[in-house]
T-cell receptor
Framework: QKEVEQNSGPLSVPEGAIASLNCTYSDRGSQSFFWYRQYSGKSPELIMF????GDKEDGRFTAQLNKASQYVSLLIRDSQPSDSATYLCAVTRNSGNTPLVFGKGTRLSVIA | GAGVSQSPSNKVTEKGKDVELRCDPISGHTALYWYRQSLGQGLEFLIY????????KSGLPSDRFSAERTGGSVSTLTIQRTQQEDSAVYLC???????????FGPGTRLTVT
């Protein structure tokens, strides 16, 4: 059974702080890792993907991957109230067209 | 079209009725996926199409669920004899050649009374 685990939250951080979202996965064959943001009542939108161990930065977002520990995280710097949403972690075994295995998501609340 | 579209946006049906949910993927996208999201849950994979064939239908929860895709474009998800546990948001997504280019539609909210 391929599983992706996330703390459901809510994770509350003050505006301007760093939000740290974590995800673990059970399938050691996983090769591609994704973070989606989902606002309430909306569909998920991709914000980051990472394939290699280490860090990948895109603006205020940094994805971190440790395949040995089967752990992937998302850091959001200078958090804004508009970042308040549910963040979904997803993994898959390859990078081509393939279904994703999603975690249940972590709800982030950024307090102004 | 500019994005993935789904219809209807909302569907209320009585237990035991059949429903059809439609997905129009982004033009040219060869892969199409159906997921569902129950209240407070993550996305649950249902079925994946590459062109008109379905190489992975492992997520369909029962034989009441079926899906087809025609012309490498539009897909229909059919749920027969709906049950209350089928109530969820059904999301369709499409991608061109890489899962990193997967885009989701707005979803169909299905309520079975």
């Amino acid at each position: 059974q391929k599983e992706v685990e996330q703390n459901s939250g809510p994770l509350s951080v003050p505006e301007g702080a760093i939000a740290s979202l974590n995800c673990t996965y059970s399938d050691r064959g996983s090769q591609s890792f994704f973070w989606y943001r989902q606002y309430s009542g909306k569909s998920p939108e991709l914000i980051m993907f990472i394939y290699s161990n280490g860090d990948k930065e895109d603006g205020r977002f940094t994805a971190q991957l440790n395949k040995a520990s089967q752990y992937v995280s998302l850091l959001i710097r200078d958090s804004q109230p508009s970042d308040s949403a549910t963040y979904l972690c997803a993994v898959t075994r390859n990078s081509g067209n393939t279904p994703l295995v999603f975690g249940k998501g972590t709800r982030l609340s950024v307090i102004a | 079209g500019a994005g993935v579209s789904q219809s209807p946006s909302n569907k209320v049906t009585e237990k035991g009725k059949d429903v059809e949910l439609r997905c129009d993927p982004i033009s040219g996208h060869t892969a199409l996926y159906w997921y569902r999201q129950s209240l407070g849950q993550g996305l649950e994979f249902l079925i994946y199409f590459q062109g008109n064939s379905a190489p992975d239908k492992s997520g369909l929860p029962s034989d009441r669920f079926s899906a087809e895709r025609t012309g490498g474009s539009v897909s229909t998800l059919t749920i027969q004899r709906t049950q209350q546990e089928d109530s969820a948001v059904y999301l369709c997504a499409s991608s061109l050649s890489s899962v990193s280019s997967t885009y989701f539609g707005p979803g169909t909210r299905l309520t079975v009374t």
